[in-house]
């Protein structure tokens, strides 16, 4: 009997960049006066945490907005809103 153990750290290798991009993000928002639960990065979780009284949001497409818009606000952009409503002006 024989047990064949095949480390290669691959998960490792696909995880380090998230890890990453999670520390900057972390350090960018320590530097930008924000305390507390991140919301905005919870696209890069599986369960995300959420302030006392609110619900998990676990749609993707909204998490991004979320990065996204948070980021925009941060750099003094406007916020991705997709109404179309700057067809009609």
């Known amino acids: 009997m024989q ?3 095949n480390f290669l750290c691959r998960d490792s290798i ?3 960049p998230i890890v990453l ?3 900057l993000f ?3 928002a ?3 006066g924000m305390k507390g639960i991140q919301e905005w ?3 890069y979780y599986k369960s995300p945490m959420t302030a006392p009284g609110l ?3 676990h749609d993707l497409f909204i998490q991004q907005t979320k990065l996204k818009n948070t980021l925009r606000h941060l750099m003094g952009e406007d916020q ?3 109404l179309g409503l700057e067809y009609y002006a």
Do not use: M, N, Q, V
Request: charged residues 25%; hydrophobic residues 50%.
């Open 3 to 5: 047990i064949k153990i």
């Open 14 to 16: 696909l995880a380090a």
């Open 21 to 23: 991009d999670l520390a």
């Open 26 to 28: 972390s350090d960018f």
């Open 30 to 32: 320590h530097r930008a």
């Open 41 to 43: 990065l919870s696209f």
């Open 55 to 57: 619900e998990p949001e």
């Open 80 to 82: 991705i809103t997709h």
